[in-house]
């Protein structure tokens, strides 16, 4: 069965900036819309971002609207999320998700419809 595998996170100063990526293993991503979202300590799983399989439609939580970049490079398999300007409350797991069910051109922004996911990788912004 395939499987999502986040890498790229660690700490980081406020302001500074982490690369994420959510590669397929065994799953081909191109076939998927992909979210991106995340988890700090005593809070629910929120969506940061999606994008569709398109690539064409994303979007992106109010808090990171600005400072977080999605793309895909579907030779790569690879989703990533670019995050600028870090700030403290950026801080928690983050981790990705796919559903292959979604249309071509949408994706979603909550967690109870996406079928796969990654382990998630925690992600400190702290100074």
């Known amino acids: 069965q395939g499987q999502l595998v986040e890498s790229g996170g660690g700490v980081v100063q406020p302001g500074g900036s982490l690369r994420l990526s959510c590669t397929g293993s065994?799953?081909?991503?191109?076939?998927?819309?992909i979210g991106w979202f995340r988890q700090a300590p005593g809070r629910g799983r929120e969506g940061v971002s999606c994008?569709?399989?398109?690539?064409?439609?994303?979007t992106y939580d109010d808090s990171v609207k600005g400072r977080f970049t999605i793309s895909r490079d579907n030779e790569k398999n690879t989703v990533y999320l670019q995050m600028n300007n870090l700030k403290p409350e950026d801080t928690a797991v983050y981790y990705c998700?796919?559903?292959?069910?979604?249309?071509?051109?949408?994706?979603?922004?909550?967690?109870?419809?996406?079928?796969?996911w990654g382990q998630g990788i925690q992600v400190t912004v702290s100074s």
């Open positions: 998700a796919a559903n292959p069910n979604f249309g071509y051109w949408s994706c979603r922004h909550q967690p109870h419809e996406y079928d796969y």
């Open positions: 994008i569709s399989r398109s690539a064409t439609a994303t």
């Open positions: 065994g799953f081909g991503l191109e076939s998927a819309g």
